[in-house]
């Protein structure tokens, strides 16, 4: 079974820095691109980074400097740094596919930027 667990998440003052994790299991993903996405309450899901399977990387604007996206392919593992963190930046974080998203979708792991 094809599973995506992501971890990492928690409360953090404006400012802090928290690192996500998504472990995949079932198959190997070294060879797809990879994308973390958010969702903050009453609103749609959106994509925050993605790299692909050589590693390049591209961020949404609103996170570009502050957030950094990397794989462990040997762990099958995929990484979101968190810096400099903002209360709009609140939301739950997913990982999945890039571009489609076509694994079954994890239950995320909730971030939340709150002095």
């Not at 079932?26 to 969702?39: E, I, L, V």
């Not at 997913?94 to 979708?105: D, L, Q, R």
Request: proline content about 3%.
């Amino acid at each position: 079974q094809v599973q995506l667990v992501e971890s990492g998440g928690g409360l953090v003052q404006p400012g802090g820095s928290l690192r996500l994790s998504c472990a995949a299991s079932g198959r190997d993903f070294s060879t797809n691109d990879m994308g973390w996405y958010r969702q903050a309450p009453g609103t749609q899901r959106e994509l925050v980074a993605y790299i692909t399977s050589g590693g390049w990387t591209s961020y949404v604007d609103s996170v570009k400097g502050r957030f950094t996206i990397s794989r462990d392919h040997a762990k099958n593992t995929v990484y979101l740094q968190m810096n400099s963190l903002k209360p709009e930046d609140t939301a739950v974080y997913f990982c999945n596919e890039f571009p489609n998203g076509g694994i079954a979708w994890g239950q995320g792991t909730q971030v939340t930027v709150s002095s």
